[in-house]
């Protein structure tokens, strides 16, 4: 990193260009229209991308395990969920043994759609220009970068 892209003064820290959640933002956004694409083809969204993902890797979860995993509150994930259900890619099902939590798993269909998506990481690794030891590092500092905000939030 160029240390000149930090703030220094106190007009440097409103420059947009040197704010590093700027930098943030826009790299999300522009990973967003890359996922937008790639997941077209699967007839998916990325929060469902994400959501499916996640109960793949998890098997089986209460609605609320979920949410806490993909950082969505209920009010949202709820209507995901609806949507996936409706589309025939999770069951959700009052839980047996408290009846107040729902649970959320893949169908057979969520299945498969989980597995044809097995190429997208790469794509979009490649389509970022970056080695895969600077993802890994990326990552990395990214998940630092959240592990220390959460600490101190």
């Known amino acids: 990193m160029n240390p000149s892209n930090f703030p220094s003064t106190p007009s440097e820290d409103l420059s947009l260009e040197r704010q590093i959640c700027y930098a943030m933002h826009t790299t999300v956004r522009a990973f967003d229209g890359v996922y937008r ?3 077209a ?3 998916l969204s990325y929060p469902r991308y994400i959501a ?3 109960v793949g ?3 089986p979860l209460t609605v609320g395990a979920l949410g806490e995993l ?3 509150d209920s009010g949202t994930l709820s209507p995901l969920l609806k949507r996936m259900e ?3 890619l999770v069951e959700r099902a009052r839980d047996p043994e408290d009846e107040r939590r729902v649970v959320v798993s893949l169908t057979t269909a969520g299945t498969e759609r989980l597995s044809a998506l097995g190429d997208v990481p790469r794509r979009v ?3 970022s220009g970056l080695s895969r ?3 890994v590092d990326l990552h990395r500092t990214l998940r630092h970068i959240s592990e220390s905000l959460d600490a101190h939030g």
Do not use: D, V, Y
């Open 37 to 39: 694409e790639l997941l």
């Open 57 to 59: 890797e998890h098997g």
């Open 70 to 72: 993909m950082r969505l």
């Open 86 to 88: 409706a589309a025939g």
């Open 125 to 127: 690794a490649e389509r």
């Open 133 to 135: 030891e600077q993802l």
């Open 52 to 54: 499916l993902m996640t």
């Open 41 to 43: 083809e699967h007839g």
